[in-house]
């Protein structure tokens, strides 16, 4: 969440950003009316807090098996500057389940137009962390024990609610006052929901509702997708919602689970 001054001109015309590939396998069940809970692999394993820690103007979010030390530190940010991010803003440290893999990723200074922010990202392997017998492919940099391919671009859309600015992945077909409108009342908790068995008040305090992946419609089927609220690697929601009155009414509840 970002807290900024409203722009004295909302754009209220129709944004149709790319769609990220992360698409819940669970929306072709044919399974109506109440939550679907898809336990992917590896949901047996515990749930590892992360460590933030911000310094030298980088912020840090290291999982407990993957910390960096400081000489690991100047290597991963030795190899993004050869691939092309001058400026790192953060580092982060994530686990690839269901193996013991561990992964590395940077990120790139923002660069914000308008209502969009983007910035790049670099997947970096290290070979301790990494699968074993892991080398670099074809037109991956090495250094050291760490390789790299090229980083790939990231997009955020900016949503106003009041006067707080929030971060969507994607928003699709909806006009950005519709979304915004449809997210205030989210945040709000002015929604209501299908009465099902395991559609409850626990669940849905799960939500992370102050930071939508993506909000999208498709015909009169409105979609939006919300991750858990223990952080990265928690898991996510996709919420399928009508309007009714203005409002939005939950009909469908997935849950993909880590």
């Known amino acids: 969440m970002e807290i900024r001054p409203r722009p004295e001109n909302q754009e209220t015309a129709l944004t149709m950003t790319k769609h990220p590939c992360l698409i819940l396998f669970a929306l072709s069940l044919p399974y109506v009316g109440q939550l679907k ?9 515990a ?53 013991a893999a561990r992964g590395i990723s940077v990120q790139g200074a923002e660069i914000t137009t308008d209502r969009e922010v983007s910035y790049q990202v670099l997947n970096i392997k290290y070979k301790k962390w990494f699968h074993p017998g892991a080398k670099p492919g074809k037109g ?83 979609s939006v997708g919300f991750p858990h609220k223990g952080g990265t690697g928690s898991g996510f929601f996709d919420l399928q919602v009508e309007l009714v009155g203005g409002k939005p009414n939950i009909k469908q509840m997935f849950q993909a689970i880590p």
């Open 140 to 222: 991956e940099i090495q250094m050291g024990e760490f390789w790299a391919g090229k980083p790939y671009s990231r997009k955020q859309t900016i949503l106003w609610v009041g006067e707080t600015s929030y971060r969507c992945g994607s928003v699709q077909v909806l006009s950005f006052k519709d979304a915004e409108s449809l997210l205030g009342y989210c945040i709000e908790g002015k929604f209501t929901y299908d009465p099902g068995p395991r559609i409850n008040d626990k669940l849905l305090d799960q939500v992370d509702w102050k930071r939508p992946n993506r909000i999208s419609k498709r015909g009169d089927a409105i």
């Open 37 to 45: 809970a898809i336990p992917l692999p590896g949901a047996e394993q």
């Open 47 to 99: 749930k590892e807090a992360t460590r933030i820690v911000k310094s030298s103007g980088i912020e840090r979010e290291y999982v407990p098996r993957a910390q960096l030390t400081t000489e690991e530190e100047k290597t991963v940010l030795a190899l993004a500057k050869k691939q092309g991010i001058i400026k790192v803003v953060k580092i982060k440290t994530y686990n690839i389940h269901p193996s």
